[in-house]
Nanobody, 129 residues
Framework: QVRLSESGGGSVQAGESLTLSCELS???????????MAWFRQVAGKEREGVAA???????KYAESVKGRFTISDDNAKNTLYLQMNQLNVEDSAVYYC????????????????????WGNGTLVTIDS
């Protein structure tokens, strides 16, 4: 069984940083060693937005809105996905979700989210001005 569990959310001031973590279990058994993992965020009443993705080769992709500020990474030994978020602003406030799927997803419109099979429950990030 695949389980994704996010942590690290909280409330910070604009300009500060946060690092989100997503612990994964069962992913390799269900997806294999080649995967695509991503972070999404959603504000109530708005569409979900793909923030960043990384595949098993370490290739990363970012939404334009976070390029240069956010960094996605993974630690295979710890089965953990990270999202380092710097220079946070009020518009970054959202519930952040991690997701995982087959490696091919990262090569397509991963930011749409529909091709990713496994999702966490989310962690809330609030940025105060």
């Amino acid at each position: 069984q695949v389980r994704l569990s996010e942590s690290g959310g909280g409330s910070v001031q604009a300009g500060e940083s946060l690092t989100l973590s997503c612990e994964l279990s069962g992913v390799s058994a269900n997806i294999g060693s080649a995967y695509c993992m991503a972070w999404f965020r959603q504000v109530a009443g708005k569409e979900r937005e793909g923030v960043a993705a990384i595949d098993s080769d370490g290739i990363t992709k970012y939404a334009e809105s976070v390029k240069g500020r956010f960094t996605i990474s993974d630690d295979n030994a710890k089965n953990t996905l990270y999202l380092q978020m710097n220079q946070l602003n009020v518009e970054d406030s959202a519930v952040y979700y991690c997701a995982a799927g087959g490696w091919w997803v990262c090569g397509g419109p991963w930011y749409e989210g529909y091709a990713l099979d496994y999702w966490g429950n989310g962690t809330l990030v609030t940025i105060d001005s």
